[in-house]
C-alpha cells in the first residue's frame, strides 16, 4: 500500500466529470482504493475521491467517526467504505449549514448547504451492492464526496462567503468567544 498525493484546487483533474468503472474487480482498481484508504486515514479525512489522487474515475472512500457524528438522531458512524460507480437521490427538501473542509483545499474550511437525507448506491470491488440512507453529517460527507466525480467542490455550494475561513483563524474566533460569551 501507498500514501498517493493529493491534488489541490487549481489542479484541472479536480474539475473533470469522471469515467465509470469499467470493471471495479481489476487489480489496479482494488490497489486504488486500498490506497485510498490509506491516505484518507493518514491525512487524516473522512472522505477522499479519486480524481483528488489524479484518478479522474467514478468512485470514492469515506467513513464516519463516531466522534463526527452530528446531533442529528439518524446520523449514524459509518466503517471505511468505498462506492464504485455511485448513484446518489436527494430526499425531501431538507437543507442544512454545516462546516466542511477538503483534502484538496489544505487549512481551510467553509459552511456549506447540503440536503439532511440522501439515499446512495454503488457497488465494491467484489461486486457486492452497497445501498444506504443517510442523514446529517454521513449524508454531507457522501455529496461532497459524490460532487467531486462531477467536478464540483465546496466553494462552489456555498451561499454565504462570510464563513469561509482558515482554520487557524476560525479556532482561535470561536477560542475567544467560548471564553467571553460574546
Ligand atoms: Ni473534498
Known amino acids: 500500500m501507498a500514501i498517493l498525493k493529493i491534488a489541490r484546487m487549481g489542479h484541472p ?7 465509470p468503472v ?4 481489476a487489480p489496479e482498481i482494488r490497489r486504488l482504493v486500498a490506497d485510498m484508504m490509506e491516505t484518507m486515514e493518514d491525512a487524516p479525512g473522512v472522505g477522499l475521491a479519486a480524481p483528488q489522487v489524479y484518478q479522474p474515475l ?4 469515506f467513513r464516519v467517526p463516531g466522534g463526527r457524528v ?3 438522531p439518524q446520523d449514524a458512524p459509518q466503517p471505511n467504505t468505498v462506492l464504485i460507480n455511485p448513484t446518489l437521490e436527494l430526499v425531501g427538501d431538507e437543507r442544512e449549514i454545516g462546516w466542511e473542509g477538503c483534502l484538496s483545499i489544505p487549512d481551510l474550511r467553509a459552511a456549506v448547504p447540503r440536503a439532511r437525507h440522501i439515499r ?3 457497488v ?10 443517510a442523514f446529517g453529517f454521513h449524508a454531507r ?3 461532497h464526496e459524490y460532487d467531486h466525480l462531477d467536478g464540483i467542490l465546496y466553494p462552489m455550494r456555498m451561499t454565504d462567503f462570510r464563513y469561509f475561513g482558515f482554520n487557524e483563524e476560525l479556532n482561535r474566533a470561536a477560542a475567544t468567544q467560548a471564553q467571553t460569551g460574546a
Open 22 to 25: 469499467a470493471e471495479p474487480g
Open 58 to 61: 467514478r468512485l470514492f472512500v
Open 120 to 122: 446512495y448506491r454503488g
Open 13 to 19: 483533474v479536480l474539475l473533470r466529470q469522471c469515467e
Open 124 to 133: 465494491d470491488c467484489d461486486g457486492n451492492v452497497i445501498e444506504r440512507e
Open 70 to 72: 452530528s446531533s442529528d
Open 141 to 143: 460527507v457522501v455529496q
